[in-house]
């Protein structure tokens, strides 16, 4: 079945680090791909999404880009900042008319100033 | 726009009993979906409902079950309570039917069952 294979945390670093998540996925198809964000106490927030091979998805410094050739969709950010400790989550959409995410196991992410 | 409303928020059980959750989705979304999350199993997809009408679900037994009524609010329902239950339920909202656009997720319930 399709299922996403999320680098392992919890991962740590300083302050205006070079952050990278690693994501993989296996498909049936040819799924849309999303990061979402998880801050202590709240639901999911979508961080980025990328629709098609090559596409590349970013929003507040963060960048995925989708690569079809290697099942891949890992997570960058030049210069983290202690705002952006949270929970990472990678998943895959594939069917239309059917809503289902598929999730990674997420990484916890904390930033040390 | 108001977002996705989960109530309530907290909750607190004993196994045995049953639980109901409520999901309020965003104006105009007519497709919700439930997941449930722990740290164990991670996030898992319950079931979806649009149009009033479960449209797939996931590999849960029948004590979870879900309905959604004609303003698209949702509720799921957990018969028989076991400790393993004890999760965040997270609800998310979707505009659009057969567009892979974004879901919008709610903060949660969290369900403790003793």
Redesign the interface.
């Known amino acids: 079945g399709d299922s996403v294979t999320q680098m392992e945390g919890p991962v740590t670093l300083s302050e205006e680090a070079f952050l990278t998540i690693n994501c993989t996925y296996t498909a049936t198809g040819y799924p ?1 791909l999303f990061w ?1 964000v998880q801050y202590p ?6 961080l980025l ?1 990328a ?1 098609k091979a090559d596409d590349k998805g970013s929003n507040k410094g963060f960048e995925a880009t989708y690569r079809k050739e290697t099942t891949s969709f890992h997570l960058e950010k030049g210069s983290v900042q202690v705002s952006d400790s949270a929970v990472y ?1 990678c998943a895959l ?1 594939l069917n ?11 990484t916890r992410l904390t930033i040390i100033p | 726009k108001a977002g996705v409303t989960q109530t309530p928020r907290y909750l607190i059980k004993t196994r045995g009993q049953q639980v109901t959750l409520s999901c309020s989705p965003i104006s105009g979304h007519r497709s919700v979906s439930w997941y449930q999350q722990t740290p164990g199993q991670g996030l898992q997809f319950l079931f979806e409902y649009f149009s009033e009408t479960q449209r797939n679900k996931g590999n849960f037994p029948g004590r979870f079950s879900g309905r959604q009524f004609s303003n698209s609010r949702s509720e799921m329902n957990v018969s028989t309570l076991e400790l393993g239950d004890s999760a965040l339920y997270l609800c998310a909202s979707h505009p659009t039917s057969g567009v892979s656009n974004e879901q919008f997720f709610g903060p949660g319930t969290r369900l403790t069952v003793l």
Request: charged share 15%.
């Open positions: 849309s979402y106490g709240e639901g999911l927030q979508l999404k629709t989550f959409h239309f008319g059917n809503e289902k995410l598929t999730f990674g196991t997420g």
